[in-house]
């Protein structure tokens, strides 16, 4: 059994993970693990379906051809020298990942800022959670996140702002919903234009219209004020600029009445949620995506911060603002200063003698001495033709960056595209000059950073693959045969931790935040042993509970600062080309774009397909029904997906999840719709506000295809969706003119001349009905439904049966032709439980037929929701409904 820790969320939980004789991988969560203490969420608990070699990278390549490594690294290594011998060192760039190791980090940035001389290397975290460190800097005079999970179960008053807590952080979740039964005085208020699962616990949810957050915390602020509870004592103390501060809050939210018009809100909610936090000390703002993802994104991590620091609700148990990360090592990446803005160990590029120091620690011949370029920035700099040699790590920019496609373009024009990752074909590695083959979860060794500053080992427990290395064994190389082999000696990852953590504290003296240089002399065997520790952890340095505790801050004269800021005014607003506004985010069970979560067929039972969340009324203004394909079109780009009608969805809005890349739908890449506008102070991208506008797509025949054999979809349907089933790949389909022979269609797509299996076939040319079954020595090859459209097509759920590795029976056969499951088959309906596979028409069933009224009761009978509770929503909505 090896301790490990997850690879998906900032929530960071513990796992314990082994392998059998027979190569069987059991996952389970760490009982010891402080994030977590032995739960899952249903993305970690389904780890073990992530790890097969499908499309792994085994080998490197130079131009699609298998190399050695030798020969990969030099021309690495030359393609960089030479670009930066003709072009200068702002002529290269590194893109790199929340997903990578610190030690991975760490190594890159350093070749980057201290040997190659620039700052071009920016990370995915910038999508993520810029602007909560551009937040925390303005306050705090440094990226100091000052809460720890064990604040949420302090604290009396919870505000979830911008997350959907329940899916995209379920152990936060969970350990709230825990904390709200043990303290039913707890309350939470969700301040989310969507009415997602995480409202299902909340006191008050607030659907604000979309952008007005600033507005909101603003008329808080004022309030405070107007009602005189503020901690006067604090302010004079420990801040400076509330002045400014209030004066800008009261111009933009001089009243409830105001506040509730701007934000659309009903008055007596608002006073109601102002009422609240101005009554109940112990307060957690919870914040994400919601937040900072907005071309304002710092200023309202800002006007929340402001809420804190004039309550004095900092530093001490069951308070803070608390910004919760999307990535597992986003605050690693942090630490080592990953993003193109800072240094490392939390010391930032402006300060000449910040740079004097890491660049006298590394013994580094130069020092980038100005921010390099941000995500969005980057990207246009390799469209120009300004870089001309990119290296991404780890990450998949072709379906994560905003206005996608045109980093598509940016990547086919650049000279020299280096991709280092463990997947052969993600929309980014298909643009590849040179291919370096990663090692992934489960095989690299080194430490992450989750959202409350808790470093733990991820640790290995399979055997590496093909010629795959470690992304900071991969950097080194290349760095030594740059000729930096000194400053770049490392041979197992605790030599770069080591080296990491001995910058933390050199010539620290308490002036940062992140010092970790108690850690700096671990031997190899400290190193292994490791146990998830919180920093700061110095041998000069302790923290009395909490980070803040003492009312210092990091600023000059040690005062925390507030910054006055102003209401969101959108780069592009909705107009009558693009009435409506477009917001992307992630669903329970995948995670990114795909390339792990996809392989599982657990997770990819409950959302198979892009959707498109609408309300139902904005979709009779545009001819929708529901579940119909619909095409979303920006000024930027489009995409197509099924349409999902919500009364939960603010009117006028629309939620796209951002997960499919090309590999898994035709146009399912959402972020080439999104615009790439970004904040000013932190570049992160406003990837929740995008004008849109929103258009049925005219098919005249629809259908899926099941099949064990993938195969290539693409010559045979307009619009398709792929997805992995146990044993099968499911593809929804969809055409724009029906075939002049369903016979010969079908019998090309499923390869039946090729493969002459036996031939089962139904069709009805009248009524658009065509279904159509192959199959081998008895058994369900591959099999075919089509129908005029999708209302019309039969459930597929039964089918899932039918590919287990058994002899069809004749009943059966019959099924398969007459499009439904013989009455007494099962017919579980779709997966809402991914642990315990079951489904809503089991779970229907149940519930009418034992008269069920609660959760628990569903446990007992049929498991569902007793596992990771990634369900437990939807368990309680069914029963509600
Ligand atoms: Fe992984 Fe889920 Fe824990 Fe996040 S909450 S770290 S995805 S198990």
């Not at 499951?821 to 779970?843: A, D, E, L, Q, Y």
Request: net charge neutral; aromatic share 8%.
């Amino acid at each position: 059994m090896v301790r490990t820790v997850c690879p998906y969320c900032g929530v960071g939980c513990g796992i314990l993970a082994s392998v059998s004789r027979t190569g069987n991988i059991a996952i389970k969560g760490d009982p010891d693990h402080p994030a977590n203490f032995g739960r899952l969420c249903s993305k970690g608990a389904a780890l073990d379906e992530t790890v097969d070699l499908n499309d792994r990278l085994l080998y490197p390549e130079i131009n699609g051809k298998q190399a050695d490594w030798d020969a990969v690294l030099d021309k690495v290594a030359g393609t960089l020298k030479k670009s930066i011998q003709n072009y200068g060192p702002q002529s290269v760039a590194f893109y790199v990942s929340g997903q990578l190791l610190t030690e991975d980090y760490y190594v890159a940035n350093k070749l980057m800022k201290g040997f190659i001389g620039t700052a071009n290397i920016d990370t995915n975290s910038r999508l993520c959670m810029a602007s909560a460190v551009a937040g925390h800097k303005r306050a705090f005079g440094a990226d100091t996140v000052p809460c720890n999970y064990e604040d949420l179960e302090q604290a009396d008053l919870i505000l979830i702002i911008g997350s959907n807590t329940a899916w995209c952080h379920p152990v936060i979740y969970q350990r709230i919903v825990k904390a709200k039964a043990e303290n039913p005085a707890l309350k939470i208020v969700v301040i989310d234009p969507r009415r997602t699962a995480t409202c299902e616990h909340a006191d008050l949810h607030l659907p604000l219209k979309p952008g007005t957050d600033v507005v909101l915390f603003n008329g808080l602020l004022n309030h405070l004020h107007q009602e005189d509870t503020l901690d006067r004592k604090f302010l004079a103390q420990h801040t400076e600029g509330f002045t400014a501060a209030i004066n800008a809050a009261n111009k933009s939210a001089p009243s409830i009445p105001h506040v509730a018009r701007v934000c659309n809100l009903p008055e007596p909610d608002v006073a109601e949620f102002f009422h609240l936090f101005t009554s109940i000390k112990k307060t957690v703002s919870l914040f994400s995506q919601g937040v900072n993802q907005s071309s304002s994104g710092t200023d309202k991590v800002n006007a929340i911060i402001n809420c804190h620091l004039a309550t004095g609700r900092i530093g001490k148990r069951g308070m803070g603002p608390f910004s919760i990360t999307g990535q597992p090592n986003a605050m690693g990446g942090r630490e080592v200063g990953g993003l193109s803005n800072q240094l490392a160990a939390h010391m930032e590029i402006e300060y000449p003698e910040h740079r004097d120091r890491v660049q006298r620690f590394w013994n580094a011949p130069v020092i980038a001495d100005k921010p390099g370029l941000k995500a969005v920035d980057l990207f246009e700099a390799v469209y120009r033709g300004e870089i001309r040699v990119l290296w991404i790590m780890a990450t998949n920019p072709v379906v994560s960056m905003p206005d996608a496609d045109r980093v598509r373009a940016a990547l086919q024009k650049c000279e020299t595209v280096i991709v280092s990752d463990c997947i052969r074909s993600t929309d980014t590695a298909l643009h590849a000059d040179v291919l370096l083959p990663a090692l992934t979860w489960g095989e690299k060794d080194g430490t992450v950073t989750n959202s409350e500053r808790r470093i733990s080992r991820q640790r290995k427990f399979l055997p590496v693959v093909g010629d795959a290395r470690p992304d900071w064994w991969i950097i080194t190389q290349a760095a030594r045969r740059m000729g930096f082999a000194e400053a770049f000696p490392y041979e197992t990852p605790d030599d770069v931790f080591r080296e990491h953590a001995a910058l933390s504290g050199f010539e620290n003296n308490g002036e940062r935040d992140f010092d970790i240089s108690a850690l700096a002399d671990l031997d190899n065997a400290g190193y292994d042993n490791l146990i998830p520790v919180q920093w700061p952890i110095s041998p000069s340095r302790k923290i009395n509970g909490h980070l803040f505790s003492d009312g210092r801050f990091f600023h000059t004269g040690g005062k925390a600062r507030f910054v006055a800021v102003e209401p969101f005014h959108p780069a592009h607003a909705t107009d009558a080309q693009y009435p409506l506004i477009l917001n992307t985010g992630r669903v329970r069970d995948h995670w990114h774009t795909l390339t792990r979560t996809g392989k599982s067929p657990r997770l990819s039972a409950h959302t198979s397909e892009p959707y498109i969340e609408i309300h139902p009324e904005d979709a009779q203004l545009f001819d929708l029904d529901d579940g119909t394909l619909a095409r979303v079109q920006s000024r930027w780009g489009s995409a197509i997906a099924r349409t999902r009608f919500s009364k939960h969805q603010y009117r006028g809005s629309l939620f796209i999840p951002m997960h499919w890349n090309d590999q898994f739908a035709s146009s399912g890449r959402i972020d080439a719709v999104v615009n790439p506008v970004v904040d000013p102070i932190s570049g992160q991208p406003e990837l929740k506000y995008t004008p849109v506008r929103i258009s049925p797509v005219e098919t005249t025949w629809e259908g899926f295809f099941l099949t064990r054999d993938d195969n290539d979809i693409r010559p045979f349907a307009h619009c398709w969706t792929r997805s992995r089933g146990y044993g099968y790949w499911c593809y929804e389909i969809a055409g724009e003119k029906r075939p002049e022979d369903w016979f010969h269609w079908a019998r090309s797509l499923m390869q039946a001349e090729k493969l002459q299996n036996e031939w089962l076939e139904y069709s009805d040319a009248t009524i658009g009905r065509y279904r159509a079954a192959s199959i081998r020595n008895g058994r369900l090859e591959s099999c075919l439904f089509i129908a005029p459209d999708y209302s019309r097509l039969p459930d597929r759920n039964w089918l899932r049966d039918l590919f287990k590795d058994k002899t069809l029976e004749k009943i059966e056969r019959a099924c398969l032709l007459a499009g439904q499951p013989f009455s007494n088959r099962k017919n579980c309906g779709p997966i809402v439980c991914s642990c315990f596979t079951v489904g809503r028409n089991t779970i229907l069933k149940t519930i009418i037929e034992q008269n069920i009224n609660n959760v628990e009761d569903i446990g007992r009978l049929l498991q569902a929701g007793t596992n990771c509770g990634s369900c437990l929503p939807e368990l309680r909505e069914l029963i509600q409904n």
